[in-house]
């Protein structure tokens, strides 16, 4: 059976990678944890915060593979420890944001147990090109030599 494609139509072209991150988001939507707030905080910037609350920072991880910002974490059970009543379990996660072309991941700050990510992005640089364009037939303007120019007649001698 084949699938329905949003941007199917002749007219969006290159639009494949578009089509595989709305694939990709539709797949990781269902797990809400950890919790986490978006907010912009300068005309440029943004900022991500995520409750990990019982996460170190060496517990967790923060990358960036291929325009994806991957949060995850990894908590060790204490063996040692032995619980009469165990309401906050030891737990991992992985929480993905798809990141536009251009935006960077300036800096991660975890602090009472909420893990900032700050985002920025630059002003896009205004790109115009011209593209020449070739004619690939036979130029219309007459090649013929100036009147009066005998040097390619032939002798009649």
């Known amino acids: ?20 991150t709305l694939d990709r988001l539709g797949k ?12 912009q905080v ?4 943004l900022r ?3 409750a990990v609350a019982g996460f170190t920072d060496e517990e967790m991880s923060v990358t960036v593979e291929d325009n994806q ?9 204490d063996e040692d420890r032995v619980y009469i009543h165990r309401g906050i379990a030891a737990r991992q996660f992985q929480r993905a944001f798809v990141l536009a072309d251009g935006i960077e991941v300036s800096s991660a700050n975890l602090d009472n147990g909420l893990l900032s990510i700050d985002l920025s992005r630059p002003e896009p640089a205004v790109r115009t090109r011209t593209i020449a364009i070739k004619s690939s037939g036979v130029s219309q303007k007459s090649k013929a030599l100036p009147v009066g120019d005998n040097t ?4 009649n001698d």
């Not at 990781?28 to 986490?36: E, I, L, Q």
């Not at 910002?69 to 059970?77: F, P, S, T």
């Open 152 to 155: 390619n007649a032939p002798d």
């Open 42 to 45: 300068g005309e440029t910037s």
């Open 69 to 77: 910002l991957i949060i995850r974490g990894r908590q060790v059970d």
């Open 48 to 50: 991500i915060t995520l």
């Open 1 to 20: 059976m084949s699938r329905l494609s949003l941007l199917n139509s002749p007219l969006l072209l290159g639009f494949d990678q578009i089509e595989r």
């Open 28 to 39: 990781s939507a269902g797990d809400g944890y950890p919790p986490y707030n978006i907010e």
